[in-house]
């Protein structure tokens, strides 16, 4: 009899191991995606590039003019979980993605998966990459391409167990990384929805401004409501209309800060925000107008604390 029960509890754990080890398993770009990725355009993908501030992590701190666009990485991100730290992804082929494919570019993006099969941490904020369009996102890879070459890799994270077993952030996936938009936008409004693409895909605001659960996955329940800085080192504001937010702002009040970097009541960026700015000028003001629409649209809440 022992023996049977003995027998049964080493069947049922390694259904449960097989199980966990399927469910766990890094999922790709389907095939039939890969294969139908169109050429990129680079000058398209600037735009793209200033849309997503790459730069914002992927430069040296404190970078100016053409040294935003040496991407060595090296920025580091405190969170519960760790140090997590900003990669090379200059057109280096060796320490950076000069030598990535189309499809290997689109896997990072759109499914966190990285060129050997492996998951890519989620400070990687492929959860809004999700939702970026083929097209974008290979004109922003032809765009990298032509970036400058920047050897040296940059150090590794630093995380303890288990957070250092990428293997499980299957699972984590299978809970957050859904290409659903958050906030719906009315039908036939192109304003509008071109405002939640930009914000909840390429500009991933979401990843900053909106609190996360226990597991490091975003509240969409708080969506924008504002959350620590990923730099471990103050806050990032509310951004929705709610009490500490910015619902005294008009949408064109918004659009010209994002050009300009001065606010409604004559304060100018600081903070981690420059950086963002100074992306979103780069912008045509009909974008930088989108994004203001989408956030009047997007719901009050009170401040995420």
Not at 33 to 62: N, Q, Y
Not at 72 to 83: E, H, V
Not at 191 to 212: A, I, M, N
Not at 215 to 225: E, N, V
Request: net charge negative; hydrophobic share 40%.
């Amino acid at each position: 009899m022992r023996r049977k029960i003995l027998t049964g509890v080493l069947v049922a754990g390694a259904a449960v191991a097989a199980a966990g080890w399927v469910l766990t398993a890094p999922r790709s770009v389907p095939a039939a995606m890969l294969a139908a990725l169109p050429d990129g355009d680079p000058e398209r993908g600037a735009m793209v590039f200033h849309a997503g501030g790459c730069a914002s992590c992927h430069a040296a701190p404190g970078a100016k003019g053409e040294d935003k666009l040496k991407l060595a990485g090296g920025l580091k991100l405190a969170t519960p979980f760790g140090t997590f730290v900003a990669p090379n992804i200059s057109s280096d082929a060796n320490d950076g993605i000069g030598g990535w494919t189309k499809a290997d570019f689109a896997n990072a993006m759109l499914a966190g998966v990285s060129p050997d099969g492996g998951h890519y941490y989620p400070a990687f904020p492929y959860t809004s990459y999700v939702r970026m369009t083929p097209g974008d996102v290979m004109d922003l890879q032809a765009y990298m391409q032509q970036l400058p070459a920047v050897a040296g890799k940059a150090p590794a994270h630093d995380l303890g167990f288990p957070f250092n077993i990428r293997r499980g952030l299957g699972l984590w996936k299978l809970a957050n990384l859904d290409p659903a938009p958050v906030v719906p936008a009315a039908a036939g409004d192109a304003q509008l929805e071109r405002g939640r693409y930009l914000v909840e895909g390429p500009g991933h605001c979401g990843e900053c401004h909106t609190p996360r659960d226990a597991l490091g996955g975003l509240d969409r329940s708080r969506w924008m409501a504002g959350a620590p800085a990923p730099t471990g080192e103050g806050r990032i504001p509310n951004i929705t209309g709610g009490d500490g937010g910015i619902g005294s702002w008009s949408a064109a009040d918004i659009a010209y800060y994002l050009e300009t970097g001065f606010t409604p009541e004559f304060d100018s960026v600081g903070g981690e925000m420059v950086a963002v700015q100074e992306n979103m000028a780069q912008l045509p003001a009909s974008d930088r107008e989108a994004i203001a629409a989408y956030l009047k649209a997007v719901p009050a809440l009170a401040d995420g604390r």
